[in-house]
């Protein structure tokens, strides 16, 4: 489905990320779009009142949140088809990231509904630029599971990921998890970035293993956790003579043929039968 979002034909949800932080990353456009709207929704009306009174704006607020999306989504939805103009603002950075507004997102497309989303702040991709760990290729994974079973299971599915991998985490949780990390993972390189765009922010660039060791007493403020990918191994070049020789010398220690291919197989990262075939052929 092919949509055009300013063709104003059909009607626009608009969604408006709010500062991670610092208040004067509040972009000009964001603003301008929020005093057009005729009603603002939003995760918090509270937090989203102060907001608008630091820029002297005055709005109707409603609470769409996780225990009431769906159903105040509909309602929404069906006020945007009759002619208003509702934006959705999250507490702190964009909607739908670890923060409510998908539901949202989704009921509106399936009623014909656009949308489109203002750029803003985002405390991820803050850390993974400023983290010194490669950022061509990442994955983001949110907050992990508080029960620490649970986190435990997630962290060994991401266990083999060679891309970059970023979490969010509080205060309250992060010795936990970076000591979870530090023994699924193993030593990587990591960083935590904290208090981001704020008067106090600060980058630990470390590895696991002495991020482990930190005083948690230090770790103030919502957290964001960048860490190495699964370290790629190394290639091995090694010739088919060299494979024969390897596997010569170990039968001459008194492996069998079978077990020696088996452990040249494992020792080079070269597949058995290979090792097998190149063999036979001398």
Known sequence: MRSLNFDKSKPLLYLVPS????????????????????????????????????????????????HNEVSESEIIIKRILNGEKIIYMSDAGYPCISDPGAKLVQIAIENGVNVSCISGPNAALNALVSSGIDPTHFYFHGFLNAKEKLKIDELKTLANKEETLIFYEAPHRIKKTIESMYMIFGDRKACIGREITKKHEEYIRDTLK????????????????????????????????????????????????KDAIKRVSEQTKINKNYVYKIYHIS
Do not use: H
Not at 19 to 24: K, Q, S, V
Not at 225 to 248: A, F, H, Y
């Open 210 to 257: 002495n991020l482990n060791e930190l005083d948690e007493n230090t770790l103030i403020g919502e957290m964001v956790i960048v860490v190495e990918g699964k370290p790629q191994e190394k290639t091995i070049t090694i010739t088919d003579e060299e494979i024969r020789s390897l596997v010569s010398e170990y039968i001459n220690e008194g492996l069998s043929s």
């Open 19 to 66: 500062p991670i932080g610092n208040l004067e990353e509040m972009s000009p456009r964001a603003l301008t779009i929020i005093k057009e709207a005729d009603l603002i929704a939003c995760e918090d009306t509270r937090m989203t009142a102060k907001l608008l009174m630091f820029f002297n704006i005055r709005k109707p607020l409603v609470s769409l949140r996780e």
